[in-house]
């Protein structure tokens, strides 16, 4: 069952303050098939952990159409422990943007159809999501 790796993270300068996502996506073989940086403009650090894992889904919806890349399966990875605990439901969501943006990922991986599960990773392992997350707050 081939899978795809999905690290994301979000960076901002002041909390909230200027904004940006990073994404990297590795196919079965630890292979790079997909990078994304973005900036966001004004967000708290963890509205940027959500809109990186957001976005990621959009990145995934594009691979899973083109054809490219076959996979099964979507493992998402992430050093904001927050996120991966709503996200898995472990946590409560009590700040109402948050709760918003963790339904739309709820609502965008079940309209994929693809099994996922998302790990919560130490800042050390996931180095290269966060450098785009950083390069698209400074360009």
Do not use: C, W
């Not at 709760?99 to 998302?118: E, R, T």
């Amino acid at each position: 069952m081939p899978v795809i790796k999905v690290f994301t993270d979000g960076a901002s300068k002041g909390n909230p303050g200027k904004s940006g996502i990073g994404i990297v996506v590795y196919d079965e073989n630890n292979f790079i098939i997909n990078s994304h940086k973005e900036f966001l403009g004004d967000a708290t650090n963890n509205q940027a952990e959500y809109k990186a894992l957001l976005k990621s889904l959009d990145i995934i919806k594009k691979l899973s159409k083109d054809g490219e890349y076959t996979f099964d399966r979507v493992e998402f990875y992430s050093d904001s422990e927050l996120m991966v605990n709503q996200v898995n439901f472990d946590y409560y969501v009590k700040e109402p943007e948050l709760a918003i943006l963790n339904n739309k990922f709820h609502v965008k991986i079940k309209k994929l159809g693809f099994p996922y599960s998302i790990t919560h990773i130490d800042r050390s392992l996931n180095k290269a999501a966060d450098r785009l997350a950083n390069l698209a707050i400074t360009g």
